[in-house]
């Protein structure tokens, strides 16, 4: 199976997890972009999504989803989105499409959190894949600086500014042995918005499509 047929795999797997859901959350990407497509079905089931991108909120309206403001629910039943890496304990490196601030939100709203990947992204030790950190424009260069104490190497993704109207850094050549605390450390530097790590509140479910299968780590 080439990486689409893998990614469209475990995306129409994640169906099962919206069935009797009225409002949901989707990610963003282009794992989650099949998943979107497959919701043309949902329509008049699914009532609404709340929705961690532009490019999504176009997407799901394209698909007749309508879209809500996460401010208008208390909950969101499940999140259903994609991730860069996966370790053996759910923990996830995301934020490679930028969208990782309002994705850590929606996730943190969500009782449940569904993550769909391809094998590809599975790993032992997160880190290989460089990490996301969305910044204050102004703080860019002193985030920077710190990171690299932290022993990365972090590169200005140069004139790509998110939805939020920020900047990101990828830091690269971290080897992250304890992604909870590492997450925590990063966003607490001034300047940070959040990093990519979803460690904290990681991922309840994620699916790994396989090809032959897909796998479900609980
Ligand atoms: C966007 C994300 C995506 O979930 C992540 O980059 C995976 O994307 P794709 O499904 O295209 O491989 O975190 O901010």
């Known amino acids: 199976m080439?990486?689409?047929?893998l990614k469209k795999q475990?995306?129409?797997a994640a169906l099962q997890y919206i069935d009797g859901e009225t409002i949901i959350g989707v990610g963003t990407g282009s794992t989650v972009n099949f998943f979107i497509d497959m919701l043309a079905d949902y329509k008049g089931k699914i009532k609404a999504a709340a929705s961690s991108s532009d490019a999504t909120t176009e997407r799901l309206k394209g698909v007749g989803i309508p879209v809500i403001e996460l401010n208008s629910v208390d909950e969101i039943g499940v999140y259903?989105?994609?991730?860069?890496?996966?370790?053996?304990?759910?923990?996830?490196?995301?934020?490679?499409?930028?969208?990782?601030?309002?994705e850590k939100i929606i996730a943190a709203a969500s009782k449940?959190?569904?993550?769909?990947?391809?094998?590809?992204?599975?790993?032992?030790?997160?880190?290989?894949?460089?990490?996301?950190?969305?910044?204050?424009p102004m703080s860019r260069n002193y985030v920077a600086n710190e990171l690299e104490k932290l022993g990365g190497r972090p590169v200005w993704r140069k004139d790509y500014y998110t939805d939020n109207g920020c900047e990101i850094l990828d830091v690269h050549g971290l080897k992250i042995v304890d992604p909870v605390k590492l997450e925590t450390i990063i966003n607490g530097i001034t300047g940070v918005v959040t990093n990519g790590l979803f460690a904290a509140r990681d991922a309840d479910v994620v699916l790994v499509g396989n090809g032959d299968k897909v796998d479900t780590i609980k």
């Open 112 to 136: 449940k959190f569904v993550c769909i990947v391809d094998s590809t992204k599975s790993v032992d030790v997160l880190g290989a894949f460089p990490l996301p950190v969305e910044v204050i």
């Open 2 to 5: 080439t990486q689409d047929e």
């Open 10 to 12: 475990v995306a129409q």
């Open 80 to 102: 259903v989105d994609g991730a860069d890496e996966v370790d053996t304990n759910k923990k996830l490196i995301k934020g490679g499409g930028g969208a990782l601030t309002r």
